[in-house]
C-alpha cells in the first residue's frame, strides 16, 4: 500500500500521535493509546463531514471493536495523521479506510478540545475539520463503523440535544460550528 504525502513512516508509526503546541506546530509523538490515557498531551486529529446534494450529513455508527466511544453516533470519519503525513492524504486514507469510499474535501476550520471519551480515556485534540460532498453508497469497514446514516444539520442538532448520550463528546462539542460553517 502506498500512501500519498507519508515520508520515513516504519510500522510503529502507524500506533503513534503528533503531539503539537496550542498553534499546531509539531512537539513529538506518543504512543496513540498513553496518549489518550494521559489525556494532558494536544495531539493533531482530523473530523470529516461528508455532505450529499440533499445538503445531509453522513453519521457513522462507531463499531463495538473501537477502544473508546463504541456504538455512539459521530461524524463520517475521524482520526490521527500519521507522523510525516499530511492532513489531507490522512483525510483521503481515512475515509477510504473507515467507509470504503473517497470524495473532494477540503479543510474548513481546526479547534482545540479537551473531552472525556469514557474508560479513563481522554481526547485532547487539535483537529482539523474537513467538509466534503458525495452522494453514493458507502461500503463501512466492520472494525471501525457498524452502520451510517444521512441525516440534516438542523435535525443532528435537535437529536444531540434530545439525546446527547448518543454521540460521541467531540461531535457535540463542535455541531454548532459545523453549522455556522455550513
Same mark, same amino acid.
Given at each position: 500500500?502506498?500512501?500519498i504525502?507519508?515520508?520515513?513512516? +516504519?510500522?510503529? +508509526?502507524?500506533?503513534?500521535?503528533?503531539?503539537? +503546541?496550542?498553534?499546531?506546530?509539531?512537539?513529538?509523538?506518543?504512543?496513540?493509546?498513553k496518549?489518550?490515557?494521559n489525556?494532558?498531551?494536544?495531539?493533531?486529529?482530523?473530523?470529516?463531514?461528508?455532505f450529499?446534494?440533499?445538503?445531509?450529513?453522513?453519521?457513522?455508527?462507531?463499531?463495538?471493536?473501537?477502544?473508546?466511544s463504541?456504538?455512539?453516533?459521530?461524524?463520517?470519519?475521524?482520526?490521527?495523521? $500519521?507522523?510525516?503525513?499530511?492532513?489531507?492524504?490522512?483525510?483521503?486514507r481515512?475515509?477510504?479506510?473507515?467507509?470504503?469510499?473517497?470524495?473532494?474535501?477540503?479543510?474548513?476550520?481546526?479547534?482545540?478540545?479537551?473531552a472525556?471519551v469514557?474508560?479513563?480515556?481522554?481526547?485532547?485534540? $487539535?483537529d482539523?475539520?474537513?467538509f466534503?460532498? $458525495?452522494?453514493?453508497?458507502?461500503?463501512?469497514?466492520?472494525?471501525?463503523?457498524?452502520? $451510517?446514516?444521512?441525516v440534516?444539520?438542523?435535525?443532528?442538532?435537535?437529536?444531540?440535544?434530545?439525546n446527547?448520550?448518543?454521540?460521541?463528546?467531540?461531535?457535540?462539542?463542535?455541531?454548532d460550528?459545523?453549522?455556522s460553517a455550513?
Amino acid at each position: 500500500m502506498v500512501l500519498i504525502g507519508v515520508r520515513n513512516m +516504519d510500522s510503529n +508509526d502507524t500506533q503513534k500521535v503528533i503531539l503539537v +503546541d496550542e498553534n499546531d506546530r509539531e512537539i513529538g509523538l506518543e504512543d496513540k493509546l498513553k496518549a489518550h490515557q494521559n489525556g494532558a498531551k494536544l495531539h493533531r486529529a482530523i473530523s470529516i463531514f461528508v455532505f450529499n446534494s440533499k445538503g445531509e450529513t453522513m453519521l457513522q455508527q462507531r463499531a463495538m471493536t473501537k477502544y473508546h466511544s463504541k456504538g455512539l453516533w459521530s461524524n463520517t470519519c475521524c482520526s490521527h495523521p $500519521y507522523p510525516g503525513e499530511s492532513i489531507e492524504a490522512a483525510a483521503h486514507r481515512r475515509l477510504q479506510e473507515e467507509m470504503g469510499f473517497d470524495c473532494p474535501m477540503h479543510e474548513v476550520f481546526a479547534f482545540t478540545y479537551k473531552a472525556d471519551v469514557g474508560n479513563g480515556l481522554t481526547e485532547h485534540e $487539535y483537529d482539523h475539520v474537513l467538509f466534503g460532498s $458525495y452522494d453514493g453508497e458507502p461500503k463501512p469497514n466492520s472494525e471501525e463503523a457498524m452502520g $451510517y446514516r444521512w441525516v440534516s444539520l438542523d435535525e443532528l442538532s435537535n437529536e444531540i440535544r434530545e439525546n446527547p448520550t448518543m454521540f460521541t463528546p467531540w461531535l457535540r462539542l463542535i455541531i454548532d460550528r459545523v453549522r455556522s460553517a455550513r
